[in-house]
């Protein structure tokens, strides 16, 4: 594999995202960064939160990390735009002082952001959506500036072929396809409890926890020593600890919170269960396959590609709580089919090695930045 991407000096890369905090993109940025980063190339990234708040996931000391601290939300119209603003310069000013060859934004807002901010500047640009387009609604007017913006990007990341026919047809040229890596896991010395199923995810609307909670409500009538985790947090978590009350779940369905040690949660877990209306990429539904878990996953589009059904998991349809209630009971009833699944689940490792992740993203990087090099040269020649 190339040691780098701009010839024979290292390639000077600067990542763009919001914060390093525990979320699947910030997981992402951090390893592929930090890759990057051992390859001989020079990494930095900029996020706009405080210096306070340290990275979720380990950096390399190597990578340069900038921290703007103008995560402020604004409370109006008029204070979040002069927010944005601000963000703009400040952005526009550290990526001119870092000297970028390249620059990759991760999430729709920050992807804006830093095409704004990085006009005129001749750095190629390569944006990374993390989402469903449409069904990821960042928001009318964010809406707008995408379609508007995106024309300036070098190059459009997303995660799975199925959302490349939800943009405009004029963007699909610039559309490359790279998944998210899935690491093979350190083997922690844990045994699975035997009556373990396990949800993990930001507790909010999109990812469908209550169905959880509900089918779960009709398996501990029928297996009462099974209990349910559901790691994260978020907005909804008042909401899911009410209903656990309610349908007196108290002593069997916890919400720890967040964890830093997923592969410690998931090679104790029997079963995971993902509800998710829709899904970017599920990093967390690869994990628990690296980790042997046998998988319940709803039919959310990137899980599709990754789940063949009944081989490596088992598909349900999008908020079917009887169906998700009758997958759990499967794979409790059917130790065999639980451990084969589980098995079968680990060469996800193998599928999206980092090796294979990183040479997309090489290849992808070394054609913007011939690109950049290729149009500097031309405006010289121009000059003179």
Known sequence: MRNNSCGERPCVIVFVISSLGC???????????????????????????????????????????????????????I????????????????????????????????????????????????????????LGNPGRMWRLLRIIMYHFACK???????????????FRKKIVVIPNPVMKPEKKLVQRQGNLIVGIGRLSEEKNFHLLIEAFYGIKKKYP???????????????????????????????????????????????????????????????AMANGCAVVSSRCGPAEEIIID??????????????????IEHLITNEGLRSRIGEKGREITEKYSMDRIIGNWLCVIEECAISKFKRIGCDEHEKN
């Open 23 to 77: 979320g699947g993109a910030e997981k992402v940025v951090t390893n592929i960064a930090n890759h990057l980063s051992v390859l001989g190339n020079s990494v930095s990234i900029v996020t706009f939160d405080s210096p306070v708040n340290k990275p979720f996931f380990p950096l390399n000391k190597e990578i340069e990390l900038v921290q703007c601290d103008m995560l402020h939300v604004g409370t109006n119209f």
């Open 79 to 134: 204070s979040g735009l002069k927010n944005n603003i601000k963000r703009i310069l400040i952005l526009r000013r550290i990526i001119k002082r870092l000297k970028g060859d390249i620059v990759i934004s991760f999430m729709d807002r920050t992807n804006v952001i830093t095409l704004i901010a990085t006009r005129f500047l001749k750095i190629p640009v390569i944006v990374s959506d993390r989402t469903d387009p449409i």
């Open 156 to 170: 459009i990341a997303v995660q799975t072929e199925k959302v490349v026919n939800k943009y405009p047809v004029t």
């Open 225 to 287: 020593d099974w209990h349910l985790e559901i790691y994260g947090d978020g907005p909804l978590r008042k909401q899911l600890e009410n209903l656990i009350l309610k349908l007196n779940l108290k002593d069997s369905v916890k919400l720890p919170g967040v964890v830093k040690d997923i592969d410690e949660v998931l090679q104790r877990a029997d079963i995971f269960v993902l509800c998710s209306k829709f899904e970017g990429f599920p990093n967390v539904l690869c994990e």
């Open 310 to 327: 009944n081989e490596n998991g088992l598909l349900v349809n999008i908020n079917d709580v009887e169906e998700i209630k009758k997958a």
